[in-house]
């Protein structure tokens, strides 16, 4: 899972049910999508590089932090939203990790006119059944006795038998809020259990849509079993101008585990004429 960073920064607006903070006021626009259970400001480190010369775009995704809720999970439904964020006079690149990934190629491939250029992190175009993990996530989150809560501290307590792993409570506990009314989850959980093999699913509609001819960055990591080379056919179809790097000792959260090496690919590919 990603390390935990800061908070939202100036520049956070919500529109058309969407949560954005924006970060630079100048350049090009570069759009972060992030996966199940992350947040924008998961993306918060690099969005402060970039804001040097890039307008940012850190986007909460439909079901997730101050995004608004849908009542079923579907990818085509979920681009569209995202999609009415950007303009074709302003067309953005659009870098996605995992589920943020898959929302960022539909989109892309239904409104290719709002998408310079594409990122892909850790994922593929295909079906991929790798839900058991995040299902335990789900429940362990929805055990939470949220009335019990006097502080964040108490919840990871809660947590650490049924997530044993310090970093990957510290990711789902990022998702815990606290208001007047007391404590609540940002994510819609019981949709996103319900809804895991959609998730993990992608569209049948889309198998056979036109190629996306723009540019294209396929991240990998090494470690990681969600992009294979028996997905690459898949890939190279819809995506003909992929370019393919993978990342050593890194696994499904790349940008997370090997930041640098990250930021270098990305900024390189910003950069590519």
């Not at 950007?86 to 190629?105: E, L, N, Q, T, Y």
Request: aromatic fraction near 8%; avoid cysteine; glycine fraction near 8%.
């Amino acid at each position: 899972m990603p390390h935990v960073e800061g908070g939202w920064e100036d520049g956070s607006v919500s529109t058309n049910d969407l949560h954005v903070t924006e970060l630079g006021d100048h350049g090009p626009r570069v759009a972060f999508f992030h996966g199940l259970f992350g947040q924008g400001k998961n993306w918060t480190q690099i969005g402060k590089v970039l804001a040097a010369d890039h307008r940012v775009m850190l986007v909460d995704m439909p079901n997730h932090g101050r995004s608004a809720w849908t009542d079923r999970i579907d990818y085509l439904d979920l681009a569209d939203r995202v999609a009415s964020l950007f303009d074709p006079i302003d067309p953005a690149v659009v870098v996605g990790h995992s589920m943020g990934g898959k929302i960022a190629m539909a989109m892309t491939l239904r409104h290719r006119e709002l998408v310079e250029r594409l990122a892909v992190v850790d994922i593929s175009p295909v079906a991929t059944r790798q839900e058991s993990e995040f299902a335990g996530y789900v429940k362990a989150m929805q055990g939470l006795d949220l009335d019990g809560l006097e502080r964040r501290a108490d919840a990871d307590e809660q947590l650490a038998s049924a997530v044993a792993n310090k970093t990957v409570r510290s990711f789902l506990l990022q998702n815990l809020r606290h208001e007047r009314s007391g404590w609540r989850w940002q994510p819609n959980l019981e949709v996103l259990g319900r809804d895991l093999e959609a998730l993990g699913d992608w569209p049948a509609e889309l198998a056979d849509a036109a190629p996306y001819d723009g540019k294209v960055l396929w991240v990998a990591g090494a470690d990681s079993g969600y992009v294979k080379e028996e997905y690459a056919g898949a890939m190279e179809r819809l995506f003909p101008r992929v370019q393919r790097v993978t990342i050593k000792k890194a696994g499904h959260w790349v940008h997370s585990e090997q930041p640098e090496i990250f930021r270098s690919v990305l900024q390189r590919f910003l950069a590519a004429t």
